[in-house]
T-cell receptor
Framework: AQSVTQLGSHVSVSEGALVLLRCNYS??????LFWYVQYPNQGLQLLLK??????LVKGINGFEAEFKKSETSFHLTKPSAHMSDAAEYFC????????????FGKGTTLSVSS | DVKVTQSSRYLVKRTGEKVFLECVQD?????MFWYRQDPGLGLRLIYF???????EKGDIPEGYSVSREKKERFSLILESASTNQTSMYLC?????????????FGPGTRLTVL
């Protein structure tokens, strides 16, 4: 079965620092990969997704992620954190052959200090 | 823009009550999903539906049922609420059956069962 591992349930950075949120997947076939963000008391919003068109994917709010097949990873980065980036981030995977359901990681809470 | 609405943001119910959580999407999407979100566990799929009157069990269907009588509406039913069903419930919809398509989420319903 597919699974997603997000390393670090909580990441703290200073404003202006690099943001790195880690995601590894397990799949014998390269899946589709997604990063969602959840701001306090809101639903999930898509940040970006990998669908095999390009390994470096750019998303909203300055975030990007790189698909690395050899490392089965899809880490999320942002060069310079803003206070408004404080939220919970979820990595998710869908299996091309298993239908439409997403499998989510456990989430990483990002805190940004001034 | 896709809009997914959920009938209540906060709900408090008693143990043993029958609870209905309603979800409506306005984009004529075929697929709709119910997830449960718990701290440290991420999102887990309860049920999904790929067409009117069709439903499929997700990873944790026990204690829940669903109804989809109209394309735009997907209801989650707790037949007899229990305290371990206290959680955040998120509804999502998706336009196609392609695994690379984006799921759009509602704002969530935080259910407390006393």
């Amino acid at each position: 079965a597919q699974s997603v591992t997000q390393l670090g349930s909580h990441v703290s950075v200073s404003e202006g620092a690099l943001v790195l949120l880690r995601c590894n997947y397990s799949s014998s076939v390269p899946p589709y990969l997604f990063w969602y963000v959840q701001y306090p008391n809101q639903g999930l919003q898509l940040l970006l997704k990998y669908t095999s068109a390009a390994t470096l994917v750019k998303g909203i709010n300055g975030f990007e992620a790189e698909f690395k097949k050899s490392e089965t990873s899809f880490h999320l980065t942002k060069p310079s954190a803003h206070m408004s980036d404080a939220a919970e981030y979820f990595c998710a995977v869908s299996d091309r052959q298993a239908g439409t359901a997403l499998i989510f990681g456990k989430g990483t809470t990002l805190s940004v200090s001034s | 823009d896709v809009k997914v609405t959920q009938s209540s943001r906060y709900l408090v119910k008693r143990t043993g009550e029958k609870v209905f959580l309603e979800c409506v999407q306005d984009m004529d999407h075929e697929n709709m999903f119910w997830y449960r979100q718990d701290p440290g566990l991420g999102l887990r799929l309860i049920y999904f539906s790929y067409d009117v009157k069709m439903k499929e069990k997700g990873d944790i269907p026990e204690g829940y049922s669903v109804s989809r009588e109209k394309k735009e509406r997907f209801s989650l039913i707790l037949e007899s609420a229990s305290t371990n069903q206290t959680s955040m419930y998120l509804c999502a919809s998706m336009g196609s059956e392609s695994a690379e398509d984006t799921q759009y989420f509602g704002p969530g319903t935080r259910l407390t069962v006393l």
